[in-house]
């Protein structure tokens, strides 16, 4: 659905943007969330019900570890952390998406 702000995120984009997000520290998912909504400037808003299956599924690809820790509340939280597999798979994610999005900004240019 679209939304004056919000947009809904193309079908594995998800992924993509939460091992950029977890790229520089491990964070929990609830930071993930966070991170991902205010670098996009509320444009990107990701519920829980899509955030934790994506994590198991990173995790379950090898492409995030995830750890037990105390977080800034005082609360246990699992922490996830790229993986090196998960590093390899940022960088040719990020390459790949910024193939295609130039290739569709010339096609919006030109056309």
Same mark, same amino acid.
């Given at each position: 659905m679209v939304t004056e702000k919000r947009i809904e995120l193309p079908q594995g984009t998800l992924d993509f943007l939460i091992l950029k997000a977890i790229a520089l520290e491990p964070m929990h998912g609830w930071a993930i969330s966070e991170r991902l909504q205010q670098l996009s400037h509320d444009v990107i808003q990701v519920q829980q019900g899509s955030l934790y299956p994506a994590l198991h =599924?990173?995790? =379950? =690809?090898?492409w995030i570890k995830a750890n037990w820790a105390t977080s800034e509340n005082n609360r246990?939280? +699992?922490?996830?952390e790229l993986s090196a597999t998960g590093r390899k798979q940022l960088a040719n994610? &990020?390459?790949?998406? =910024? +193939?295609? &999005? &130039?290739a569709?900004?010339?096609?919006? &240019?030109?056309a």
């Open positions: =599924r990173l995790e =379950r =690809r090898g246990r939280a +699992k922490y996830y994610e &990020t390459a790949a998406w =910024r +193939k295609l &999005t &130039t569709v900004e010339h096609i919006l &240019t030109l």
